[in-house]
C-alpha cells in the first residue's frame, strides 16, 4: 500500500462516483411542466440550491445528484461556480485520460464569456463521454459529446 493511502479508499471513491451517476440516470426523463423552469423534480433541483422556480437548472441537478449521494459539495446554481481552478482538470491531465465518471463538464457561451451549462460526465469512451444533464431540451437527458466540445472537467471528489 502507498504511503498515506488510507485502506479501501479506491474503492469508497469509485462506488461514491457509481452512486452519483446511478442517481443522475434514475432522473433521466424528468421534463419541465410547462417549458419554463419548473415542475415537481425541477423545482426540488432548484431548491437544493436556494432558488425558486423560473431559473435556470443545470446546475442544481448536478448539485442536487451530489447532495442524494450524501455530498454538501457542489452545491451551487450558477455554473461558472462549479469549476474553480483549483478543481478543474489541466489540458495534460484530459490528453492522459484522467476524466472520471461522475466528474461535471462545462460548456462555454460565447455570448456570455462564460460556461453556461454543466452536466455529469456517466461513461468515458475514448475520445467520447456520455452524460447527465439537466435543462436540456426542457428535461434531463443522456447526451453523447466529443470531449473536445467541453471547455472545462471538473473532480469534486478527489
Not at 435556470?56 to 449521494?69: I, L
Not at 484530459?94 to 462545462?106: K, V
Not at 454543466?118 to 475514448?126: A, D, E, F, T
Request: charged share 20%; aromatic share 10%; proline share 3%.
Amino acid at each position: 500500500m502507498a504511503m498515506g493511502a488510507r485502506p479501501g479508499h479506491e474503492d469508497r471513491m469509485i462506488a461514491l462516483r457509481d452512486c452519483i451517476v446511478a442517481v443522475a440516470a434514475q432522473e433521466i426523463g424528468v421534463q419541465e411542466a410547462t417549458g419554463r423552469n419548473d415542475g415537481t423534480k425541477v423545482e426540488e433541483y432548484l431548491a437544493y440550491t436556494g432558488l425558486d422556480k423560473g431559473h435556470s437548472w443545470c446546475a442544481a441537478f448536478a448539485s442536487w445528484c451530489y447532495g442524494q449521494a450524501g455530498l454538501s459539495a457542489p452545491r451551487n446554481a450558477w455554473s461558472p461556480a462549479l469549476f474553480p481552478l483549483a478543481r478543474r482538470y489541466t489540458g495534460q491531465q484530459i490528453r492522459e485520460g484522467s476524466i472520471q465518471p461522475a466528474d461535471l463538464f462545462g460548456i462555454y457561451n460565447q455570448d456570455f464569456r462564460r460556461i453556461d451549462h454543466v452536466g455529469i460526465v456517466q461513461k468515458v469512451q475514448g475520445h467520447w463521454i456520455l452524460t447527465v444533464e439537466g435543462n436540456v431540451a426542457n428535461q434531463v437527458l443522456s447526451k453523447r459529446r466529443s470531449v473536445l466540445t467541453i471547455y472545462a472537467f471538473s473532480n469534486w471528489l478527489d
